[in-house]
């Protein structure tokens, strides 16, 4: 006989009320759509085999698909379809998936098997990536297409534009050595610790540019804190070049020659460009 849950009433799964995510969401989704896409299969076979939210899995991801290929076409006219693809699956893959997940606490409302909840389950980013596409499946079963794209405009817009502000690899560690490459400011050199049990290991890097250390982050795996520390480190030296644009004398200077205001302005002092008809 499959053990009994008190669901979200601070028993077995003591997970957190899901009207407090329907309305985080801001969707009409019906209740009983919400608890399927949170029910997980390790849930479903300890407790008579309710449905699980595997098949809105299936179809929220070619929902999450469709309108992220439709955001990047419309959005980025001069990409190629190839540098489209990469983008589209930076954005899609479950390390986004799970990151938007957390956002949203997602973990605290699935529905988990004992055996999920005591290794770690609720941070899992394969299940929570897995959930966050079932639940778009039920917001698109419910509600339609215009709203489930709405959602997905919601939640991924912010992670379409960071994605887009990479590097050719799409990701912080490419983009950091291709940035100091440029800069001939010598190859990123990670460091990482790791710490906690190992079902709920944590870890933290560092990375030094030419001996500094320049970045630092906290991820559930090593790849995700090396990210973090790159994009630290990728920002810190972005605002050191513009820093340094802004110097007396650089081009980026508006009192300097080149600058707005110097003597290669087309403006004549009053407002005015000579060059204009009158």
Not at 8 to 20: F, L, Q, R, S, Y
């Amino acid at each position: 006989m499959g053990v009994v849950s008190r669901s979200w009433d601070g028993g077995v799964n003591a997970g957190k009320d899901p009207a407090e995510l329907r309305h985080a969401l801001g969707v009409p989704i019906m209740p009983a759509s919400l608890e399927r896409a949170l029910t997980h299969r390790s849930f479903a076979y300890e407790n008579d085999n309710p449905p699980t939210n595997e098949r809105l899995e299936f179809l929220g991801d070619s929902v999450l698909g469709l309108v992220v290929t439709d955001t990047l076409y419309r959005g980025y006219p001069s990409l190629p379809e190839g540098q489209l693809a990469k983008l589209r699956a930076a954005v899609v893959q479950m390390g986004a998936l799970a990151e938007v997940a957390r956002e949203l606490n997602l973990g605290g409302y699935v529905r988990l098997g004992r055996g999920e909840q005591v290794t770690g389950g609720r941070n899992k980013p394969s299940i929570l990536a897995d959930t966050l596409e079932a639940v778009i499946g039920a917001v698109y079963i419910d509600c339609g297409l215009p709203e489930a794209s709405a959602l997905v405009h919601r939640l991924f817009d912010p992670v379409i534009a960071r994605s887009a502000r990479l590097g050719a690899g799409l990701d912080w560690k490419t983009s950091l050595q291709e940035l100091t490459a440029v800069k001939m400011l010598g190859v990123p050199d990670y460091q990482v610790e790791e710490s906690g049990p190992d079902h709920q290991k944590s870890f933290r890097a560092t990375v030094r540019v030419g001996g500094r250390v320049l970045g630092s982050g906290v991820g559930r795996t090593k790849k995700a804190a090396e990210q973090q520390a790159a994009e630290v480190a990728w920002r810190a030296i972005t605002a050191d070049s513009a820093r340094d644009d802004l110097t007396p004398g650089s081009p980026g200077d508006p009192g300097s020659p080149e600058g707005p205001g110097g003597p290669d302005d087309p403006g004549d002092g009053d407002g005015t460009d000579p060059n204009r008809e009158s």
